[in-house]
């Protein structure tokens, strides 16, 4: 399973971004797609996570600003996030291979910057 993310870089705060991350490879369709961000010194974190039928999951620092989406048929996970803050900044990475929304799967896309500041 390979995973291509995409849609990171520079905003000023409260803007808005959209990740997009493609999964090529067999079996993820059923699987949960996550998004997790590091930010230096810290470790990294679930931010959101969506099952094949839709459930989803949201860590409450984000809820209400980012929404995570899928596209079954293009095996591809999205995350669109608004009102972004300085402290959003961070290295973004899908994940995707859990059967549990709260738990990371075993693969893991290359990671996007996102850097917000004025």
């Known amino acids: 399973v390979q995973l291509q993310a995409s849609g990171g870089g520079l905003v000023q705060p409260g803007g808005s971004l959209r990740l997009s991350c493609a999964a090529s490879?067999?079996?993820?369709?059923?699987?949960?797609m996550g998004w997790y961000r590091q930010s230096p010194g810290k470790q990294r974190e679930l931010l959101a996570a969506?099952?094949?039928?839709?459930?989803?999951t949201y860590r409450d620092s984000v809820k209400g600003r980012f929404t995570i989406s899928r596209d079954n048929a293009k095996d591809t996970v999205y995350l669109q996030m608004n009102s972004l803050k300085s402290e959003d900044t961070a290295v973004y990475y899908c994940?995707?291979?859990?059967?549990?929304?709260?738990?990371?799967?075993?693969?893991w896309g290359q990671g996007t910057q996102v850097t917000v500041s004025s």
């Open positions: 994940n995707v291979g859990s059967r549990r929304l709260n738990s990371s799967g075993r693969y």
């Open positions: 490879g067999s079996g993820v369709s059923s699987t949960i």
């Open positions: 969506i099952s094949s039928g839709g459930s989803t």
